[in-house]
């Protein structure tokens, strides 16, 4: 079994800038593909961001690319997510999700929602 536990949520003005990380414990996700999703109040969860278990790859949803940036540390078994340029659309409760069976997450730059691990979530409230 993972678990994940997110932290780096909180409160920032449109603008400004949040760094979520994501802790694993339990096993390595060093052969997991990870991922970055968010449900804002009212909606369904979409999918925001992923990372390649090597780190070498990423993929971002249209609405987040080229503000945030998903990175990893294998050493430290954590994810994160560096959120720049922040909206007020943003504002959601943000999860991490591991995928133990795709290690290039391809199933969720089809638009599959699905995970085997999925963190509690964090709270990014964004302000205008």
């Known amino acids: 079994q993972v678990q994940l536990v997110e932290s780096g949520g909180g409160l920032v003005q449109a603008g400004g800038s949040l760094r979520l990380s994501c802790a694993a414990s339990g096993r390595t996700i060093s052969s997991y593909a990870m991922g970055w999703f968010r449900q804002a109040p009212g909606k369904e969860r979409e999918f925001v961001a992923l990372?390649?278990?090597?780190?070498?790859?990423?993929f971002y949803a249209n609405s987040v690319k080229g503000r945030f940036t998903i990175s990893r540390d294998n050493a430290k078994n954590t994810v994160y997510l560096q959120m720049n340029s922040l909206k007020v659309e943003d504002t959601a409760v943000y999860y991490c999700a591991a995928d133990s069976l795709d290690r290039y997450g391809g199933s969720w730059r089809q638009g599959h929602g699905g995970a085997d691990y999925w963190g509690k979530g964090a709270l990014v409230t964004v302000s205008a």
């Open positions: 990372v390649s278990w090597t780190g070498g790859d990423t």
